[in-house]
């Protein structure tokens, strides 16, 4: 009964060590998420608030996003956790040290105890047997093997006494702490649940104020004309003139060269071809003067470049590092 009360007691405290490093572990990951959110979001009508954080220029007061919603829950987790191990974690190891500790030292002081009594029960045994035998025949005992005799009688009775004294009071402990353990189970499971209680209300209270982004993205949504459902299977099969939503007038893209003089037509029949720099040579040169609208290339790696339209009849390439 002991041994079924400690495996379960050992394995309530391997559970509340894993919830510990769970509750580390999403704390950690559902701020990486939101991390990696606001960094797609980035330079666009999402990122006010879903990756703004505030700065000299935005007091905190001001900003409400996903990213910094979700800073201030992670900042309150790892003070939750630590709160968790200190008075949750703890007590359990605690209560499985003092219940394993004094009840296993009993339990060797027993063994001990019932060595000894042993030893006396069979030294006592083996002087009764010698004595009979010796009156058998007629004898005298010896007053000496007589004395050795009764000083060995006292010696197993005051043991027996103390054995039996000793291990009832160790039965009278085991039971206690495994019948009765619940008792000592009451504080634990009143501060898991005044955790839990506090824990997710204060969750609760700061995820509220996610209600702010959702509206937000529904304004988002109407304003460009984002509809409910997701575009998922037109990004894979409508031709790109249906699928584009480019406001007019924005940059054109175009895809970068690569050194080996990529040419592309531009639509009125001229044809670019790069210089070993991949960029134009000369934002002046008739031959190799790009219009809106047309692609153009700069560098390597195939990357989408702005072709932009200046002040004059000349042109220029964006390029975009790949740094």
Known sequence: RYHVFVKRLQGLV?????HFQAMNAIAKTRYSVAQHLAILSKDSPLFDKTGQMPSAEKPSDSVLSYL????????????????????????????????????NKGLKNAEDLRVELDHYQRKVESLRQAANATMAKGK????????????????????????????????????????????DLHPLLVKIA??????????????????????????????????????????DSLDPSALSTRQPGNDTLAIEAGVGGLSLNT????????????????PTDNDQRLPPGSFGGSGMGGYPVSVKSGASDNFSVGTHSTQ
């Open 267 to 282: 639509g009125n029949n001229d044809i670019w071809s790069p210089s070993n720099g991949g960029g134009l040579s000369s």
């Open 68 to 103: 910094s919603i979700h800073e201030g829950v992670t900042g309150k987790a790892k003070m939750y956790c630590q709160k968790y191990s200190q008075f949750v974690i703890d007590y359990a190891i605690e209560w499985e040290k003092v219940v394993t500790s004094r009840v």
């Open 140 to 183: 005298q005992v010896e007053q000496k093997a007589a004395e050795r005799l009764t000083r060995n009688e006292e010696k197993l009775i005051k043991c027996r006494e103390t054995h039996n004294s000793f291990v009832a009071s160790l039965c009278t402990l085991i039971d206690e702490v495994t019948d009765r353990s619940w008792r």
């Open 194 to 235: 005044q955790f839990d209680v506090t824990l997710s209300g204060d969750e609760a209270k700061a995820f509220a104020s996610l209600n702010t982004v959702v509206n937000e993205m529904k304004r988002l949504a109407v304003t460009h004309g984002i509809k409910p459902q997701a575009r998922l299977k037109d990004l």
């Open 14 to 18: 391997a559970a509340l060590k894993a």
